[in-house]
Each structure stands twice: as C-alpha cells, then as structure tokens.
C-alpha cells in the first residue's frame, strides 16, 4: 500500500470509529511475524460491517428493554393508582357532623344547678369548647403533633417526606406525620388499625373536610379551630379519659380552662403512648414528655423562656388528683337519689321517646347529657348521714345479710349462651371473714376445670335495714332518698325505697279507709263507731292493745290506731270505691285481690314501696292534689335541646281540700298525743300515721310539716321480727327533719286550712248533737267541738246525744240508790255494755266512784236533811240507759262489696 493509501485508509478509520488521539503521539501497530506491518482490521470491510450489525443489535436490545421498563412502570403505577382509585372510590363521603364524637360523659346537677355527679361508660368525655380551654393547652397538642396545622390542607407534605426518609433511614417505618384532622378522622371515623388503605382513606378524607368545613364556616381558620376543638375532645389520655376536659379533671381536679402550663404540657404529652406517659403511672417518662412537649413550644415561639423555666420547675405531680368519685369505703360511684333518676330518665326516654332499654341507657351513659334532678344535696347528705350512724338504730341481733350473685360458663361448649348459668346466693354471717368463707365455698362447688367464672358480685349488708324518701309536697319533687342503711355497698345495688314492696301497716288507714268515708261525705272527725269484736268473713280484727272502748270518734281512731274503727270504716265505704281511692293515690302494686277488708290495715297482697307511700301522704299535705314522686325536672341533650321535661307534671285531684285539711288534723293528734310522739319536731307542726305488722316485722311512719313530706321504714330483708325497737324510725325521722328545718332555717306555721269548714258541738262523750244533760257529765265528758264541712248532711254522731242519762245513786256507795239511800243525782255516759264511759280507773278526790250495775242495799239513817233527795226518779234501765239502736254503727256487717 502507498503512503497515500494508507494516510487514507487511517483517515477513514478515525472517521469511522471517531478515535482521537493524544497531542504529540503517534499510533504504531505491532509488526508480524517476519517484521512487517499487521494489516489494520479497520481497513477490513469485514469486521466494520460485522461490528456495526453488533451495535446495531445492541441498541435495539436496549430500545426494547426500555420500552419493556416503561411498560412495567406504566403498569405499577397503574396499578398503584388502580389501588387508590378502588380504595378512594370505596370510601363514603363524609358529611361534618360524622366526625363528631359518639361518645360524651353525661353530668348530674342538684337542685341548686351544682354539678354533683357524672355519668359515662367505657369512655368519659366532656365535651367543651374551644374558648373553654387554655391557649397553651391549644398550643401544646399543635406543637407536639402537628406544627404547621395552621397552614397545610388536612395533610402535611413536607411532614410526610420527612416521615418517609427517617423510615427509610432507621427501616423502622415508626414516622407516620398525622395531622390533626386525621387523628380526629382515625379517632371517630375509621378503623384504628394500621394499614395502607386506611392511610390512604384518612388522608383523603382530612382534605375533604378541611375543605368542607372552610365552605360551611366560611374560612380556613374557623374550620382549623372547629377540627382543633374536635381534636382537644376526642384525644385518648389513659383510663378511659376521652378529651382534654375529663383529663384535666381526673389528673388535676380542675377545668381544662384552668391548667397551668405545665399541666398542659403534661396532659398533651400522654396521648403518644397513654399508658406509659400518663402522670399517674410514669413520673419519670411522663416529667420526659413533658419537657419534650414544652421545649417544642419554646422552639417555635409559643412561649417564652421565662413561662419554660416556670413550668419546668413546677412540681406538678404535688397536685395530682387521679381518683374517680366512687366512695372509697362503698365502692359506690353514684349515691342512691342519682340512681333513683337514672332508672326514672330510662323510663321515661323508653316511654316518651319510644328507646329500647339498651339505647336509653347509652343515652344516659354516653350522650353526654345535662341532667338537672331536684336532689337538695345537703338533705340527701343529712338523711345518709343518719342511715350511717349506728346510735340510732337498735342493737338487733348483730348479723348480716349476704347475697352473692354469680354467673359460670361452662367451658365445654363456651358458644353456646345457654350454657352460662347464673346463681344467687343467700347467707347470714356475722363478720366479713365469714362473707368471704362463703363466697369462696360457693366458687369451690360451682366452679372447676370445665366451669369458669364470668362475673360476680357481693352485697354484704347490716341484717337491720331501712330505708327514708323525703318530697316536697307542694310539687311532687323527691329532695332526698336513701335505699338503705350504712354505706351503701356499690352500684345498681337493691334500694328499699323504691325497689322494696313491703306490708305498710296502719298508715293505710288513713288511704284506704278514712280518706275516701270522709271525702265521700260518710264521715266526719266526730262522728262516732261502735269499737268492738265484729268478724268479717271469718275474720277477725282485734285492737293492738286488746281493748275495745265502745262508742269512739273518728279522730280518736286514728291517733290512737285503733283496727276495728278502721275495718268497719273501710267496710261502710265499699271496697270498690276505696280500691279506686288507692289508685288515685299513685299506687301501681295494688290488684284487685286487694279489695278486701285486710287492705284497710296494711294487709296487702304484694306491698308498697316507701317511695310510692310517701307520695300519698304529700298529696294529703299538698290539700289533696296528687303529684307522681319527681327525681329530675329538665334533661338537655349534648346540644342543648330539651330532651325530657318533667318541670310542668300533670296532676290529678284525690281529695277535697277540706278532706286533706281534715285528715292532717286529725293526723297531728297522733304527734302530740298518740302514737306518734316521738316524730315530733320541736317548734314545728307536723301530722302522721305510725304503722307496725304483725309480730314487729315492718315498721313504719309517714309525716310532714307545712314544708316537706317524709317517710320511713324500717325492718329486716329477711322479714323476721325487730327487737327492742324502742321507735328506733320515729327518732331518726324526727331528726333528720328537725336537722332539715333547721338548716334552712325554716319557721313554724299553720297548716293551710280551706274554706267550707265550720266548727260544730258535739258530746265528747258520743259524738252526737249534744243534748241539755252533755255539759252535766259527773266525769267531765262535757261537749266539745270539730270540725265538719259545711255540706255535711247528718249529724256527726247519728242524731242527739242519747249516751247521757241522768242518775240517781247513792250518795254514800256510788251504786243505784235503794229506798233508804241518801240521794244525788248524776248524769253519765255509759257505754252499751254497761260500763261508763269516761270512769277514770283511779278515782279523784271528791268524786264516787259509781256502779250503776248495782243498787245500794246497805240501811241508812236518814238525817232529816232532804237536800239529798232526787225529785229526778231515775232510769228505769238499770243498765245502761241508752237504745243500742241510737247508735251511729252497731253490729250491723257491711259485707265485701
């Protein structure tokens, strides 16, 4: 090859392959074999063409492989957007109010509007509202959770970048950057287990309604502050605490709006890890996360250095309350009256708003309601008081009442609901040791391997039990009640004065016997019945003291508590008429086996609780309007709407006000006179009826003043006889009112008395119209007067006295004059077995003591005196002098109607 040649053919190579070459250089080519040139393999066609099809393959590969990868990366992408598609278009939209919590802790308000008690279940929540919390309690939760709240959309981008890299960085995968609005959504809204398309959903959803909030509250900050409030409310801080509110209470005993800084601090830093960081159960972690918390808020200007190293030094822990308000001693949350509204509120909501049993009580528990009762605090707190102090009840037989209630499941087919038994044990002991010997001997015979325990409960009560209810007459409003003695035991436990049917005794005769004889116009205070044995169907009533006293006025009767008097008078009213009467009274465990002459004394088929007693003894002090026993007045829902109103109650009339007036006439004999006297209040007028059963079982005693009515009773669960009772209820009742009158410094007054009364005369010795011979009476049975309505047809004693006769005797014996006899003559009231009424049993000096069942046959000697001599000739009857037949009631049997 030339020189040219080859300058040519290097040429083309270099253009060809574009090879250069360093400055200065020349390229040289090993020699062959013999010492010449190798030929360039550029200058071979060969080879050029051969290498240009290899890149010509390659770069073909590499166009498909990168089609191939763009492909595939299309086709991920697809999919992951797919994947968020079906999870987005899977996912309901929201409307505001969904994210709003389901859950609020319920309040209890006394009479007076104070806060007594709180009612929630799983979840305590009070719900407040944002100007209602602390600027720094705001500001802590934004620092430690969510910095720039204000200005991202509902995500925040640069938190979830940063979230991203550190997971990548540590591959712990720990960071999750949630705003707010996905917490409140997290809380409310969704499922709270971690997954990807929950993610996905929470971040969706928070700008939705970020973005509907701005629209419907018309800008960005109130909707920020509107999701910053739903997040203070709904933030989980340990022990079932829901909210910033119900925290601030539990941990410190104050209002969220009250926390200093450093509680604040605190409070914000739990909801990380709740139960590590809560200030009750970590001091250490907790004091760590709060000092995290507020470093965080010194960094971004939320605080100044000076409020860090205040509420750095401050000894928050000093100031923990962490106690829930169940009485340490009791284990009882909630006093009697609050469980007594509770269970009248879910009658009410079943009744009124047509719930079920289960949605009332998750109303009530979780509705977060406004509950205002008619609770007076400091008269339920003096009537507890009382029913705790042992001085005031009577020894009794020092035993207590067990009842263990258990449930066990029968592990060998646990699905199965019918194999869970439930038992209730009953037992008496002697001490607690004993109670807990017996709980664990009922566990060793129900429990073993194939029986497991599902819940139980122990009630261990004081065999001698009682029970009080206290009202306000004029409205039907319940200030007080207790559902037994001592500390009560726990929660939803019996309560005898509303739960408790028991045989009420004499304090049904004034409701079922003389309320309706005198409303009806039968009876009046005077008027007289024949006291003595009469049989009814085979039965007969007798007289607490086994005495029968003869003709005995109405008023008499009742302060004295005589059975037969109430008997004969529930018999002339008719059973009918005062079976009707009782309903009227509000009883609602009466039925029509109690039409029966029994009911008059108590004797009743079921019984009747104090509270429902009670109530019918307010509608006599109220002048006989009848109010259904009231334990709330208004309930508001967690709006503020009225739920239920109970502040205008429908009433119903029993009774003409002159019949109430009456009867509590009559009915303050029994305090000042009969057998009720130690129910008496000092400086105060009170009426009431005293009850005892058979054999002492139940006693009993319903009074009021002008102001309250209130009634007791007292007994064993068991139903055995109380010994040495000694008026153990009329002295607690007495004090405890006398205690409430006091306290309010109530003054004594009048009971009110209505028109259409007057005052009539009446023999005291008969009842009857007077006649000329009444005022004369040798022992004083003079004429008197009562009360009777104007419209009172008869007489109140059946027509004219015919019980007063006149007498000659002598004046020496005191028996019926004989012939010689020196003479007087007396005028007497003798009852119809002859005897006199009257007769006081120890004769006074300067009176005889007379027996007109005899005549004087002693001789005499006359004096010549005639003063003596009776121009009056006697009674021919030297029996008794009066007609049985002039009797208002005599023998005659009323019969059942």
């Known amino acids: 090859m030339s020189e040219s040649q080859h300058r040519r053919g290097d040429a083309q190579d270099r253009t060809g392959v574009r090879q250069t070459r360093p400055s200065g250089t020349r390229q040289t080519r090993p020699s062959g074999a013999n010492g010449t040139r190798r030929p360039s393999s550029s200058g071979n066609p060969k080879r050029r063409r051969k290498r240009r099809k290899k890149r010509s393959v390659n770069s073909r590969i590499g166009k498909v492989l990168l089609i191939v990868a763009i492909v595939i990366a299309f086709a991920v992408a697809g999919a992951i957007l797919g994947t968020v598609f079906g999870i987005l278009q899977s996912t309901d939209m929201l409307n505001t109010s969904d994210v709003l919590p389901d859950s609020y802790t319920s309040v209890i308000y006394d009479a007076d509007d104070n806060e007594v008690d709180k009612l929630h279940g799983e979840e305590n929540r009070e719900y407040v509202k944002l100007s209602a919390i602390t600027t720094n309690m705001q500001n802590a939760v934004i620092a430690i959770e969510d910095q720039r709240f204000y200005e991202h959309n509902g995500i925040d981008i640069r938190g979830i970048m940063r979230a991203m890299a550190e997971n990548i960085k540590t591959m712990s995968f720990s960071q999750g950057a949630s705003t707010l609005t996905q917490q409140v959504l997290k809380n409310e809204v969704l499922e709270r287990e971690k997954s990807l398309s929950r993610k996905i959903k929470e971040q969706y959803l928070a700008v939705s309604l970020e973005n509907a909030l701005k629209k419907q509250l018309g800008s960005k900050d109130a909707a920020k502050k509107y999701i910053l409030e739903l997040y203070l409310n709904t933030i989980p801080l340990h022990h079932g605490l829901r909210g910033v509110e119900a925290a601030a209470q539990y941990y410190y005993g104050k209002h969220a709006g009250e926390l200093t800084l450093a509680e604040a601090a605190s409070i914000a830093g739990i909801t990380k890890t709740p139960s590590l960081y809560a200030p009750d159960v970590n001091q250490e972690a907790s004091k760590e996360r709060q000092m995290t918390v507020l470093k965080k808020m010194l960094d971004l200007n939320m605080i100044t250095q000076a409020e860090y190293d205040e509420a750095a030094a401050e000894d928050i822990y000093a100031h923990l309350v962490c106690k829930d308000t169940a009485d340490e001693e009791s284990n009882a949350k909630h006093n009697w009256f609050v469980e007594a509204a509770v269970q009248?509120?879910?009658?009410?909501?079943?009744?009124?708003?047509?719930?079920?049993?289960?949605?009332?009580?998750?109303?009530?528990?979780?509705?977060?309601?406004?509950?205002?009762?008619?609770?007076?605090?400091?008269?339920?707190?003096?009537?507890?008081?009382?029913?705790?102090?042992?001085?005031?009840?009577?020894?009794?037989?020092?035993?207590?009442?067990?009842?263990?209630?258990?449930?066990?499941?029968?592990?060998?087919?646990?699905?199965?609901?019918?194999?869970q038994s439930h038992y209730e044990k009953k037992t008496t002991v002697t001490s607690q040791e004993e109670a807990d010997a017996f709980v664990a001997s009922v566990k060793e015979e129900l429990l073993d391997e194939t029986h497991t325990l599902v819940l139980d409960k122990l009630t261990v009560s004081k065999s001698?039990?009682?029970?009080?209810?206290?009202?306000?007459?004029?409205?039907?409003?319940?200030?007080?009640?207790?559902?037994?003695?001592?500390?009560?035991?726990?929660?939803?436990v019996f309560n005898r004065a509303t739960q408790a049917l028991r045989q009420q005794g004499s304090t049904m005769k004034p409701l079922a016997a003389y309320a309706p004889a005198i409303d009806t116009g039968l009876l009046m205070p005077g008027s007289i019945i024949i006291d003595e044995p009469v049989t009814y169907g085979g039965w007969s009533p007798k007289n607490w003291d086994g005495k029968y006293i003869g003709p005995t006025t109405v008023r008499q009767g009742i302060w004295h508590s005589m059975n037969v008097l109430a008997v004969k008078t529930f018999m002339m009213v008719g059973a009918d008429t005062a079976y009707q009467y009782l309903l009227d009274f509000g009883f609602t465990t009466i039925d029509e086996r109690d039409k029966a002459a029994t009911t008059a004394l108590g004797g009743l088929t079921q019984g009747v609780s104090v509270l429902e007693q009670t109530a019918a003894y307010a509608t006599i002090a109220n002048g006989g309007t009848y109010y259904e026993p009231m334990f709330y007045s208004v309930v508001y829902d967690h709006d503020g709407n009225v739920l239920l109103d109970n502040s205008e109650q429908e009433t119903h009339r029993v009774l003409k006000e002159t019949t109430a007036f009456l009867l509590t006439d009559m009915m303050r004999d029994v305090i000042t006179k009969g057998t009720g006297t130690k129910a008496a209040i000092s400086g105060m007028n009170v009426a009431g009826k005293t009850g005892t059963t058979n054999d002492t079982v139940d006693l009993t005693f319903y009074g009021y003043t002008p102001y309250y009515t209130a009634g007791i009773w007292m007994g064993y669960d068991s139903q055995k006889e109380i010994i040495n009772a000694n008026n153990a209820h009329l002295r607690i009742w007495s004090s405890v009112m006398s205690q409430i009158h006091y306290d309010k410094g109530l003054k004594n007054k009048e009971f009110k008395k209505p028109d259409g009364l007057t005052t009539r005369s009446i023999c005291s010795a008969s009842g009857m119209t007077p006649s000329s011979l009444c005022n004369s009476d040798y022992y004083g049975y003079g004429v008197t007067s009562d009360y009777v309505t104007t419209d009172f047809k008869g007489s109140t004693g059946g027509g004219t006295c015919t019980m007063h006769k006149s007498y000659t005797i002598c004046s020496e014996t005191g028996k019926l004059a004989g012939a010689t006899c020196p003479t007087m003559n007396v005028v007497l009231a003798v009852n119809s077995d002859g005897t006199i009424k009257g007769k006081p049993s120890k004769v006074p000096a300067g009176k005889l003591d007379i027996n007109i069942s005899a005549t004087c046959d002693s001789a005499h000697v006359s004096s010549g005196d005639d003063d003596t001599n009776s121009t009056d000739p006697g009674t021919t009857d030297p029996g008794n002098g009066q007609n049985p037949e002039d009797n208002l009631w005599n023998n005659e049997d009323f019969g059942i109607q």
Do not use: C, W
């Open 344 to 419: 009248q509120i879910k009658a009410d909501l079943m009744e009124k708003k047509n719930m079920t049993a289960a949605q009332a009580s998750n109303m009530i528990y979780s509705g977060g309601l406004q509950i205002h009762t008619t609770m007076d605090a400091s008269m339920q707190e003096t009537a507890e008081a009382a029913m705790k102090n042992d001085n005031m009840f009577p020894a009794g037989d020092g035993k207590m009442d067990v009842t263990y209630l258990i449930s066990v499941l029968d592990t060998q087919n646990p699905d199965e609901s019918s194999n």
């Open 464 to 492: 001698l039990q009682a029970a009080m209810v206290i009202m306000d007459q004029s409205n039907g409003e319940v200030k007080a009640i207790v559902g037994g003695r001592g500390e009560k035991p726990g929660d939803s």
